[in-house]
């Protein structure tokens, strides 16, 4: 009877064991969701007044990306402000220039003269 008693208490205090830790790691998911999106709005509002435009800003476990048209002259700006936020481990940039490229030559634009 000893033996039932204390294999009981054993598989009660295993399950409770196991609960707690899965309810803490579903905690630590959620606290990385709202770290990240804290950081989300901390890098927004690092990069504010360093773009003319807005830059969409996504974060995933510290890793920042940046999409959106920058200036030539604003670009290294934005991303060192980006990097500059506490929390931010990497910037991804996928930043586009407005500056237009300029007058291709005819071998540039594919148009083959033949002079």
Avoid: K
Avoid at 83 to 100: D, F, I, K, M
Wanted: charge should be negative; charged fraction near 20%; proline fraction near 3%.
């Amino acid at each position: 009877m000893r033996i039932l008693t204390f294999l009981a208490l054993a598989a009660l205090a295993a399950g409770i064991y196991h609960y707690r830790s899965r309810l803490q790691s579903g905690r630590r998911a959620l606290d990385q969701q709202a770290s990240d999106e804290l950081l989300e709005e901390r890098v927004r509002a690092g990069i504010a007044a360093a773009a003319s435009w807005p830059v969409e800003v996504h974060v995933s476990n510290g890793i920042v990306s940046l999409r959106g048209i920058v200036r030539n002259s604003e670009r290294d700006l934005v991303l060192a402000c980006a990097l500059a936020v506490p929390g931010v481990s990497q910037v991804t940039n996928y930043l586009e220039s407005e500056e237009p490229v300029g007058e291709l030559g005819t071998m540039q634009s594919g148009i083959a003269t033949g002079i």
